[in-house]
């Protein structure tokens, strides 16, 4: 079974620095994508980042320059380094996984975690 758990939020003043980590069940590359969406209050669930397999990426605008994804295989895990914090970039950020070998449409994965709060207030 496909376990993601998420960690590494929390309260952080603006212009601060946060990494998330997302532990998987089992190997990293057992998935074809894997990225980070995040929910604010009264918002729709955005899609932040994605890496592929083969270890392209794709951040959404407001991020790029700020936020950094990296994975370690030996720990199963992948990281979300972000830096630069704001206020809007507060919000429940949810690690996700895709194993399907193509999917079509808009890319939403199949499996996700139970999210981690930041919170970038002053």
């Known amino acids: 079974q496909v376990q993601l758990v998420e960690s590494g939020g929390g309260l952080v003043q603006p212009g601060g620095s946060l990494r998330l980590s997302c532990a998987a069940s089992?190997?990293?590359?057992?998935?074809?994508?894997m990225g980070w969406y995040r929910q604010a209050p009264g918002k729709q669930r955005e899609l932040v980042v994605r890496i592929t397999k083969g270890g392209s990426t794709n951040f959404v605008d407001s991020v790029k320059g700020r936020f950094t994804i990296s994975r370690d295989n030996a720990k199963n895990t992948v990281y979300l380094q972000m830096n630069s914090l704001k206020p809007g970039d507060t919000a429940v950020y949810y690690c996700?996984?895709?194993?399907?070998?193509?999917?079509?449409?808009?890319?939403?994965?199949?499996?996700w975690g139970q999210g981690t709060q930041v919170t970038v207030s002053s």
């Open positions: 089992g190997s990293i590359f057992s998935f074809n994508a």
């Open positions: 996700t996984a895709d194993d399907r070998l193509t999917y079509s449409g808009t890319w939403y994965p199949p499996y």
